[in-house]
Each structure stands twice: as structure tokens, then as C-alpha cells.
């Protein structure tokens, strides 16, 4: 962004701390429906039953995250950030809302699909934001702190949802965030009006690219139907969602993306398997935690602090000035400690009762990769991205990301029926979270490819 451009889109220093915050506050009531609902849903599948369809009620968020994020990014490029932010609001709002009222798994999946709707329009529009608002180095400082954002309720969402679900209902989970969202939205409110953040000029929203958005999500979604069925009908699922994918794909992502390529193909590829194999794993550590290993649920929440506490660590750990490592050597170190502890968490699966200590260490290591990896590629994303092409290149991060933790969720929920179809509960929660250390392991490969990316954060 040139210095003209910089002048004229940055407001007031006194409307753009209170714009951070704003963010900040909102960010946390997102991070804490999450952590909240991570820890809640295994009481929700014991009250609602359709045990088979509970990694839906993760990618059903994640795949309408993908049309959103694309969705948001177009028409952040062609009318700015703030109308979506607005829309992508009150659509998490009504998503809370309706899970907060379902009575059945699949209603539970419709609020679930329509909060992926709000929550993938409102993660864009804020990296957008920050990309047009902040120089390079403060970016990473605002990156770290909507990591505290996310990280913090981490601490608190898992005891409270535990309590709340003990104490009241499940139910209240979901209906607990709407006063977060509220006082979020009031604040970000007033310092919003005051930033001018004008439309770049000529750019368009693009029907046709929507209609691809929601190609890719459907063809992600077929690939987790054909897996959950396990007949005949699953090859058509598999061929029918590949095929979507690969005709959907390219036009979401950055011009001439190939999957092998460097630099910012690279990047893209991190961010989907690292974050597949960590959402994977989330979704399916406190099931198993419950299931196999009889832990209550507040002591399942706990773990899930466990790696919270690695995910903050590793986020402020990249945004030090004497952390003289090279972007991209960050991004390494992370998709090597996210892969090292999903193997831990993955041997606790497949030997219940005997090796709980190490799902514990091991979700700590990976959320301290995560932490390192997650923050780092959203830096480098901007770091290798011309200004006219950040909201574009944004979306397509969110949209690889989306996928990622979709796909993720799918592969581990297959494996999971395969488990429970069988009886063997070792077979499901082992396998689903075996393959989601495999997954991690892909993204090491990807994170080599990335070539050399400077840290600002140690430029002095």
C-alpha cells in the first residue's frame, strides 16, 4: 500500500485503538462459542443421538465458512470490509440462535452451517482490515493479539461450557455468547464509522465466482458424505466431490496456483493441512476423552486448555523482535511441533486408559505449532501479497483454510464411523486421529517449499 493510500485509509490514532479493541472483544466471543461448543458437543450428541453425524456438526460450520470467506472477500474489494462485517454479525447472531433452539442433530446442523455463514464473513473482513489499517509492523503485533483473543477465552470457554452444560443444558451454550456478540458489536460500532475505508477501485463481486465458492464447499461436503456411507454410493459421493473440487478450486485461489509451487502456493497449502489436522483432532479429542478414557466432561474441557496455553506461546513466541528466525523457518518449526503432537495424541487413541499423559503433552505441543504456523502464514500471506490483491489473496488463505478444517473433520469422522460401525472404539478414535498426524506431516513438506520470507517483527 503506498504512503498516499496509507494516509488516506488510517483514522484517527483515538478511533483506531478503539477500533482494535472493538475487534478484539469481538474476535474473543467467536474464539469463545468454539472452545465452547467443542466441549459441549459431546453432551449434545448423547442428548440428541446420530452419533454418525457428529463431525458434521463441525464441517457443516467449515464448509459454509468457505463460500462465506470468498464471499466476504469480493465484496470487501468492491464496497470495503464494513458492510460485510455487519451482515457476517447478525448472521452468527441468528446461527447461535437457531442451535440454541434445536431439538434434533440435523436442526443442530442448520445453525451450525449458518454460523459457518457469519463466522467465515466476519474472519475476513477482520484480516482485511487489518491489512488496510496497519503497517507491517504492527500487523504482527495485531496478529498476536487476536491470537490472545482467540487464546484467552480458550482458558474460560471450556470450564464454562462444562458447567453450563452440567448445571443448565448444553442448550445455553450457544445462547451464552449472544451477550458477548452484543457488547462486541457496540463497541466496534462507533470507531467503525469513523474509519474511510473506500472500495478499490474496479473491483468486482464476480457471480460467477460465488457460484465456484459454493461448488468447492458442496464437492468438500460430497467428500465427507462418501466417506459416512461406506457402500456403493460412496464412489459416486467421492468422484462427484472431486470432481467439483477440482473444477472449483483454481478460480478461488491466486492466479496459476499450483499445489507443488513455492512461495505463496506454498503458504496456502500449510494453512489447509495444518489447520485440517488440528480441527480434525479438536473435534474428536474430547469424544474420545469422554468415551474412551471416562473422563468427565470439565476435565475433557481442560485438555483442550492445555493446548490452548501451547497455541498462546507459540503466537507471542513468533511476534518477538529477538526471535531472529526467518518467516517461513517460523512456519516450519510449527508444522514440525503440530505433527509431533498429534502422534501423541494419536497413540493415546489407539491404547485408551494407558497413555492419557501423553494426549495431553501432545495437544500442547500442538498448539504451540499451531500457534507459531497459523499466525506466521497469515503474515507471510500479506508479506507476499500486492495491496490490490489482499482481500483476494486473504480469502483465498480463509478458503484453503476452510477446506482444510472440513476435509479434516471428514476424514476423521469416516474413520470414526468405520470404528463404530465395527465396535472397536480403539479402531475409531486411534485411526481418525492417526490420519490427522498424517495429515500435519503433509504440511511439513509444504512449509519447505515456502522459500525465504523476512520477519519483519525483528526489523529495528
Known sequence: MGE?????????????????????????????EAMAVATAMPAAAADLGDLDLYAWTFSAFMLASTFATVAAGRFSDRFGPKPPMVV????????LVVSALAPTMPVLLAGRFIQGLGGGTMNLT???????????????????????????????????????????????????????????????????RRVHL?????????????????????????????????DWWSLLWLALGAGLLWWALPPLLPAGFRPAGRGLDAVLGVRALSAGAFAGGQAFLPLMLVQAEHLPLDWAGSVLIVGSVGWMAGAW?????????????????????????????????????????????????????????????????????EPVAIGRNTSSLQVSEALGNSIGAGLAGTLFVLGLTSGNSALGFGGALTAMALLAATSVAASVRIGPVENHSTTR
Open 4 to 32: 498516499a493510500e496509507r494516509v488516506a485509509d488510517a483514522p484517527a490514532r483515538t478511533s483506531r485503538r478503539g477500533l482494535t479493541i472493538g475487534l478484539l472483544l469481538s474476535v474473543g466471543a467467536v474464539a469463545f
Open 88 to 95: 457476517g454479525f447478525a448472521v452468527f447472531a441468528v446461527g
Open 126 to 192: 477482520v484480516m482485511v482490515l487489518v491489512a488496510r489499517v496497519f503497517d507491517e509492523r504492527e500487523r504482527a503485533l495485531v496478529i498476536t493479539g487476536f491470537s490472545a483473543a482467540w487464546m484467552v477465552p480458550s482458558f474460560v470457554g471450556p470450564p464454562v461450557a462444562a458447567w453450563l452444560t452440567t448445571a443448565l443444558s448444553w442448550h445455553w451454550v450457544f445462547w451464552s455468547v449472544l451477550p458477548l456478540m452484543a457488547i462486541g458489536g457496540s463497541l466496534i460500532a462507533g470507531p467503525l
Open 198 to 230: 473506500p472500495p478499490h477501485h474496479g473491483a468486482g463481486v464476480a457471480p460467477r465466482l460465488l457460484l465456484w465458492a459454493a461448488l468447492a464447499a458442496a464437492g468438500a461436503g460430497a467428500l465427507q458424505l462418501a466417506g459416512q456411507r461406506i
Open 317 to 385: 513466541l513468533q511476534s518477538r523482535p529477538w526471535l531472529r528466525l526467518r518467516r517461513d523457518r517460523i512456519i516450519l518449526a510449527g508444522t514440525l511441533s503440530t505433527t509431533a503432537g498429534l502422534l501423541l495424541v494419536a497413540a493415546s487413541g489407539w491404547l485408551p486408559g494407558r497413555l492419557l499423559v501423553a494426549a495431553v503433552a501432545g495437544w500442547l505441543f500442538g498448539g504451540l505449532g499451531m500457534g507459531l504456523a497459523l499466525s506466521s502464514t497469515s503474515l507471510a500471506v500479506m508479506q507476499l501479497s
